[in-house]
């Protein structure tokens, strides 16, 4: 079946600009997370639904970054007024797990964020 | 929070074995994963622990000790295109949210 798709694949913006990523998980996954990269470095938490709720946005870095998942499925990540510190590779993954139990979780390619 | 420490870099020769080592720090605990990250592609699941132990599965086995707060992943009969960076990640009790260390970058040689 299909894996966890993001769009797009590589998105060049100027700082100051509004950017929004986009996340499909595997169908009927019902949670979701947020993730970024930096190069070097290992994949660093924002935020996690569960449903359409945000149950922990505990890492988001500061109110420019915003997340929704109004239906339950697909996500979007929002920044606004980019800095050149937000360029990083921004990963989604989800996994089938409800509220007890863990579940795997299943990455997405990412989307390679370059604020210039 | 948690800290998750591992090595930088590893160099290993094709068909022998690799250990790679973790040590967190957690003020709780839910669990240690191992995620593999070939250059440029999503992390991939390798394997999950949360009890004290050994856990096979294939060339890759996973290793917990809680009261040492250490863990390792073993590779056996390594091949070329187990060239990539290895994540060890812990879950803190009563959280999804994962802490990954920087990555472990292994190179297998001829």
């Known amino acids: 079946g299909a894996g966890v798709s993001q769009t797009p694949s590589n998105k060049v913006t100027e700082k100051g600009k509004y950017v929004e990523l986009r996340c499909d998980p595997i169908s009927g996954h019902t949670a979701l997370y947020w993730y970024r990269q930096s190069l070097g470095q290992g994949p660093e938490f924002l935020i996690y639904f569960q449903g359409t709720g945000a149950a922990d946005d505990s890492g988001l870095p500061n109110d420019r970054f915003f997340a929704v998942r109004p239906e339950g499925s697909v996500s979007t990540l929002k920044i606004q007024r980019t800095e050149r510190g937000d360029s990083a590779v921004y990963l989604c993954?989800?996994?089938?797990?409800?509220?007890?139990?863990?579940?795997?979780?299943?990455f997405g390619p990412g989307t390679r964020l370059t604020v210039t | 929070g948690q800290n998750i420490d591992q090595p930088t870099e590893m160099t290993a020769t094709e068909g022998a074995i690799v250990q790679i080592n973790c040590t967190y720090q957690?003020?709780?605990?839910?669990?240690l994963f191992w995620y593999q990250q070939h250059a440029g592609e999503a992390p991939t699941f390798l394997s999950y622990?949360?009890?004290?132990g050994l856990e096979e599965k294939g060339r890759f086995s996973s290793f917990l000790s809680r009261s040492k707060g250490y863990s390792y992943l073993l590779l056996k009969e390594l091949q070329m295109k187990d060239s990539a960076s290895y994540l060890c990640?812990?879950?803190?009790?009563?959280?999804?949210?994962?802490?990954f260390g920087s990555g472990t970058r292994l190179q297998v040689q001829p």
């Open positions: 993954a989800s996994s089938p797990d409800g509220l007890a139990g863990f579940g795997e979780q299943y």
């Open positions: 622990n949360v009890l004290d």
């Open positions: 990640a812990g879950m803190d009790t009563g959280r999804r949210a994962l802490t």
């Open positions: 957690t003020s709780g605990f839910n669990g």
